[in-house]
């Protein structure tokens, strides 16, 4: 017999400084680097938006899910207006599945389409292909590896006023 689903847990997100999800993204996106290789230069332009999220509505609860997102073109569609892009995406390994890393990416997204963005694209680590094609991305070439970090897709999602 197989052990029930675990309950998805009460997920609050919140627009926060990229300070704020560091610990996070040192964890899940670049283990064993330095903190400089988890900044990057977009993070000090002011519509660059980060996303925490946490378990429960207590903003000083550490993050267990994040994105970021700001302005930048495409480069598989540079003259396509109106281009995001989504980075630093993260979520807790042992929160995987249990819709963290759904709520802050519906944050994420949400944004882009209030400040008018057209479309949300990124470079997508290939073991979460299926989490962003269940999010309404496609893949939009073929696979290439990131030195330092693995395989991954590009991948982009347009969204509709």
């Known amino acids: 017999m ?7 847990p009460v997920v609050a997100v919140a627009r926060v400084g990229p300070g704020a999800v560091e ?4 964890r899940v996106l670049r283990a064993g680097t330095g903190l400089d ?35 930048a073109p495409c480069p598989w569609a540079p003259s396509e207006a109106g281009a995001w892009r989504l980075r ?10 249990r819709g963290v890393g759904a709520a802050v990416l519906r944050a994420a997204v949400d944004h882009v389409a209030a400040e008018g963005g057209r479309l949300v694209w990124c470079d997508a680590r290939v073991a979460a292909r299926a ?3 269940r999010h309404g991305f496609t893949v939009e070439g073929e696979g290439y590896e990131v030195e330092g970090i693995g395989p991954h897709w590009p991948m982009a999602r347009h969204l509709t006023g």
């Open 2 to 8: 197989s052990e029930p689903a675990p309950e998805s």
């Open 23 to 26: 610990a996070l993204r040192a």
């Open 37 to 71: 290789a988890l900044r990057y230069e977009q993070d000090a332009d002011p519509r660059t938006a980060t996303f925490a999220a946490t378990l429960g509505p207590d903003p000083d609860e550490a993050p267990v899910g994040t994105a970021t997102v700001f302005p």
């Open 88 to 97: 630093a995406m993260a979520t807790e390994a042992g929160l995987r599945g």
């Open 131 to 133: 989490f962003y094609e």
